[in-house]
C-alpha cells in the first residue's frame, strides 16, 4: 500500500466526492476510482457504498479511515522529526539556570531536550541571577531561569514556577515546637545570599529594617554552601522549602514555625525572541512542561505553576 493511496482515500473521505478529492489530489476522478478499486481489491471488502448521490464509508471503509490516518499522521511526524535533525545538527543551545533550577527540574527539562533534539548540542551553565542577566545581556545565552527577568527589546520573559520558601534551621539551634516572631529570628545568626542579590532583597523587607541584620548575617552565592552552612548549625536562613526535602525527612534541618511567612519565589525565565525563533520557542515550551511535570511529582504547597 503506497502513501498516496492511503492520502488518496483519505481526501475522499473528508470530500465525499470524486471530483474534489481528484482536486485536491492534483489527478482525476477515473485515477481516483482506479485507486479505490485497487485498494478494495487488496483488502478483498467493499470500502464504500455509492448510490447516486448517497456516499458512505463501509464498517470496514471506517476502519481502514482510522488506520490510514493513524499511519500518515505518524508518517508526518517522522519527516518533521528527521528534518529538525538535519537542520540542529551542529545547532547550540545555551541555557543557564540559578541553583534552586539546577536542584529541581532543571536534569529532566535537558534530558527531554535530548530525547526530542538528539543532535541539538546543549550548554548549561549554574550561575547567580545577576550573572545570568549580565551574560543574557551580553548574548552569552538563549534561556536562562532566575530570579529577575533580562529586560530588553529582543527579549521575553515568563513565569515557569513558583517556589515555597521557608525559614529553616538545624535542630541544634532552633526549637520546632515553638512560634518564632520577626524580632526572634532577627537576634538569631542569619544565613543567606549576598547583598544586593534578589534573595537577600527578599530577606531584607521582611525585618523592615536591614540593621537588624547587619551584625547576625553570613553570606554565600552558593545555596548548596548555605544549605551545609544551616546543617552546620550556623545559622538559620529561608530558602526553598523544595530543595531540601531530603535534610528535612533526614532530620538535619527542620521548619521553622514562623508568626510571618516568608514570601514565595517565583522563578522567571527569559528567552531571545529574534535569534533561532523555532528553536527557541520549542526549548521554552519544553522548560514550562518540564517545570509543570516537576511541580506536580511534589506537594503542592512547595512548588507550583503560577
Known amino acids: 500500500m503506497r502513501i498516496l493511496d492511503m492520502t488518496t482515500f483519505v481526501a475522499l473521505a473528508r470530500h465525499r466526492h470524486f471530483g474534489r478529492a481528484a482536486q485536491e489530489m492534483h489527478t482525476t476522478q477515473p485515477a481516483i476510482s482506479i485507486r479505490l478499486a485497487a485498494m478494495e481489491q ?28 493513524a499511519i500518515l499522521s505518524s508518517y508526518e511526524d517522522l519527516k518533521h522529526e528527521l528534518a529538525d535533525g538535519d537542520a540542529l545538527h551542529g545547532k547550540v543551545v545555551r541555557i543557564g539556570g540559578i541553583d534552586s533550577v539546577s536542584s529541581t527540574w532543571l536534569t ?59 525559614w529553616v534551621g538545624s535542630p541544634k539551634m532552633i526549637d520546632p515546637d515553638r512560634v518564632y516572631s520577626v524580632d526572634d529570628l532577627a537576634h538569631m545568626p542569619i544565613i543567606t545570599f549576598p547583598k544586593d542579590t534578589p534573595p537577600y532583597r527578599m530577606i531584607a523587607p521582611y525585618f523592615q529594617d536591614e540593621q537588624v541584620l547587619a551584625n547576625k548575617l553570613t553570606s554565600s552565592n552558593s545555596l548548596y554552601s548555605i544549605i551545609n552552612l544551616l546543617i552546620d548549625g550556623f545559622g538559620v536562613g529561608a530558602i526553598p522549602t523544595v530543595t531540601i526535602k531530603r535534610e528535612l525527612k533526614m532530620g538535619l534541618l527542620h521548619q521553622i514555625r514562623v508568626s510571618k511567612r516568608f514570601p514565595a519565589m517565583p522563578i522567571i525565565g527569559t528567552y531571545q525572541a529574534t535569534a533561532q525563533v523555532e528553536l527557541i520557542r520549542r526549548v521554552v515550551e519544553q522548560a514550562r512542561m518540564s517545570a509543570a511535570q516537576f511541580c506536580a511529582t511534589v506537594d503542592p504547597a512547595m512548588a507550583w505553576v503560577d
Open 42 to 69: 487488496e483488502f478483498g471488502t467493499k470500502l464504500l457504498h455509492r448510490a447516486g448521490r448517497d456516499f458512505a464509508l463501509t464498517p470496514a471503509g471506517e476502519r481502514v479511515l482510522a488506520t490510514f490516518q
Open 108 to 166: 529532566p527539562f535537558v534530558e527531554a531536550l535530548h530525547d526530542t533534539f538528539p543532535t541539538l548540542k546543549i550548554e548549561i551553565t549554574v550561575e547567580g541571577t545577576k550573572n545570568l542577566i549580565d551574560g543574557m545581556n551580553k548574548g552569552e545565552f538563549d534561556v536562562i531561569f532566575a530570579l529577575d527577568p533580562a529586560i530588553g527589546d529582543n527579549f521575553r520573559s515568563f513565569t515557569s514556577c513558583v517556589l515555597q520558601m521557608s
